[in-house]
Structure formats: structure tokens, C-alpha cells
């Protein structure tokens, strides 16, 4: 058991691909799992899985574009546990394939909604409790794509931009508190979220272990310190 033994983890977009691989490792490490996320069904598959090894974990639907929703998550996660170890901001959406001139309006916003929108509601939600609590640790996963240019990806690039600005910009607020905010900026990973349209052969990919174990390391790392940023690409190119 590291370091995470024992403590609240909060993982949105759990019920699949990289959330749900966070998810079963945050477990596999001690932690109590409150998944987060719109797929009731596969929610409750991953909470399987995850009481099946010997842990446990809550489920909650909820749309993190409703904002309200969010807001009453929050409320019901200090009324029943009383605090918030970790955080991981996972859930996210990718529409490309388009040059910015040819993309729909409605997809442009949808993934800011999503990507970025997202994790700020979340953390807002999260933050006070951590704060009440002086400790805490939040992990955005973004992209390399947060970090490079992407043609015909120009709106996905920019709501991972835009959360690498978040999360540098919060990690200087909280640190204060002792609360530990970090990136997470995997390639491409072997997930259906591109929804087939990489060309990309699966041994040039991530899988998402590679960065279910990534998020492991931060939040199990001392309270002295913290990483800041963690870029992650496959060995074969």
C-alpha cells in the first residue's frame, strides 16, 4: 500500500478508457473511489471491478456541464466523508478532424464545456474541502496537444491549453493550503476517444496503465514536494 493508503480519491470520466484505469489503480493503492461520471451502467461495472479486488467505491451520474449538479456533488461529498484527498480531473471529449474553418460551432464548445469548463467546476466544488483541510492533491490530465500545435484539432488543442493555464494558475492559489495541483499530458493513448480516426498502430500508443501510473507516483509522492507538469509519450514513434 503507498502512500495514498487510506484516502478519498474523486476520478471524473471513470466510467472508461483513461478515468477508469486511474480509478482501479487509485483503488488498487488503498484508496475509498468515488467515480464520477454520465454512463450510469459503466459506472457501476468499474465499482464492480473495483469491490471485486478487495476495495471500495461510490458512484455518482452526474453531467459536468451542469453546473448546479456539480455544485450539489460537492455539498454531498462534505456531507458524507467530511474531506477530499484527490481529485483527477479526467473526463474530456475530442471533436476533430476539421481545420478551425470548417468546425462547427457546437463541438467548439462542447470541448472547452468539457475540458476545461469541466475541471474548473470541479475544482471549485473540491477546492474549499482540501482548503478546510490544508492537504490535498488535484490532477488535470491534458495532453500533448495542451503543449504542441494540432492542425485540424485547433479546438481540442486549445481546451488543453487552456487547462495547462488552469492548473499552473490554481497550483500558485492553493499551495498556500498545502494542496498539490499537477498536469498530466499523456500522447496518444489506446482508448476509442479518437473514435478510430488515428492512424497510429496500438504499440505506438499509451495505454491507459501508462498513465493510471503516472497519476499513482504524484499523489503517493511526500508533502514536501510536488511535480508540477508530466509529459508522457510511447517509445516507439
Partial sequence: ????????????????????AIALRLAQDGA??????????????????IQAAGSQADTYPCDLLDSTAI?????????KF????????????????????????????????TNLRGPFLL?????????????????????????????NGAGYAASKWGLHGLTYSVAEELREYGI???VVAPGSVATDF????????PEKKLSPEDVAHVVSMLVGEGSRSFVSEVSIRPIQK
Fill in 123 to 151: 475544482t471549485k466544488a473540491i477546492a474549499p474541502l482540501m482548503i478546510q483541510q490544508r492537504s490535498g492533491h488535484i490532477v488535470n490530465i491534458s495532453s500533448l496537444s495542451g503543449k504542441n500545435p494540432l492542425p
Fill in 71 to 79: 455544485e450539489a456533488f460537492g455539498a454531498e461529498v462534505h456531507r
Fill in 32 to 49: 475509498y473511489l468515488v467515480l464520477l461520471g454520465r454512463d450510469q451502467k459503466n459506472l457501476e461495472q468499474v465499482q464492480a471491478e
Fill in 180 to 182: 498539490r495541483v499537477s
Fill in 1 to 20: 500500500m503507498t502512500a495514498i493508503g487510506k484516502s478519498l480519491a474523486i476520478v471524473s470520466g471513470a466510467s472508461r478508457g483513461i478515468g477508469r
Fill in 82 to 113: 467530511g474531506h477530499c484527498d484527490v481529485l483527477v480531473n479526467c473526463a474530456g471529449i475530442g471533436r476533430m478532424g476539421k481545420p478551425l474553418h470548417e468546425s462547427d460551432v457546437a463541438d467548439f464548445d462542447a470541448m472547452i464545456a
Fill in 194 to 201: 479518437s473514435g478510430g480516426r488515428s492512424s497510429k498502430s
